[in-house]
């Protein structure tokens, strides 16, 4: 009886952080207020589809084509203007180098290609964020939190699962009084692999931010251990093929709450039309 009330609550719970998270884009613990930490987190997105590429070892070149074209679309004008501001060639050289790689036909030709693309990703950080920015810890935190919701987002997509379709999941589950956690099983098969390789490499990405930019540069200790936990929660929920509704609670739950208390990020005022609550707002840096 307890473990079938525990289980209760706990989905009830999850499907009122997915309403939550559904009603609106600002929803549950979205960071705004920086376009630096904005951009480092796209950087890192793209990087996701590079590496989600070179893992792929299978002889078929449809999925690293698609994964060099979703590389690709995540850079669009709006994103190729702001590098232009900084630096013409790299704005040039970028682009061209992902196009080619959607052209490759040959997968020994893979490796090279990619090497390349991510040298000039990095190249282009270092132009079009400044130094003092890139060792803010506030701006990284806000890059971590960036990149563990496009973490949650990927996953979702890789199992076709929009935030209502979520919610509803949870709820049958939640009704459902003659199953315990003993006899249930929590695996789920991707339907869209793509989306699930990118997801697979974007947490480990964050993670190897989060240690080389965060770890132990916050004087709340507990928080910043707490956040690192979550993160490494989130990565075994995704190797273990959980359901995609078992990572909204780490994200929202876990990793959120603990950077916005490890690194000073800051509560916005919420969106007009929106309550003001702990997942009802948007978080900006420190002024």
Known sequence: MIA????VSTSLLTTLLIFSYSLAPIN?????GDESSSFISLADQIKS??????????????????????????????????INEKNERLATELPRALDLLQNISEKSDLNNNITR??????????????????????IQALAVAGDVDKVFKEY????????????????????NMSM???????????TIMEAYDRATVLVNVT???????????SENVSSEENALSGLEHLREVIQNKERPTDLLGIVHGEIHPNLQIAFGLELAKAMSGQNNSSHSTQHQTKT
């Open 180 to 190: 315990t956690r003993d006899n249930e099983t929590n695996i789920e098969i991707p």
């Open 4 to 7: 079938i009330t525990k289980l």
């Open 28 to 32: 549950a613990h979205v960071f705004s």
């Open 117 to 138: 693309v991510l040298d000039l990703l990095s190249e282009t950080i270092d132009s079009r964020v400044e130094k003092a920015q890139l060792e803010n810890t506030t």
């Open 49 to 82: 589809a590079l590496m989600a590429i070179g893992q792929n070892n299978s002889s078929d070149m449809d999925a690293p084509k698609e994964h060099g074209r979703y590389a690709r679309m995540l850079l669009n004008d709006s994103i190729l203007k702001e």
């Open 156 to 175: 979702s997509a890789a199992f076709n699962q929009t935030a209502p379709e979520m919610a509803m999941n949870m709820s049958n589950m939640a009704m």
């Open 207 to 217: 993670i190897d931010r989060f240690e080389a930019e965060l770890k132990g540069k």
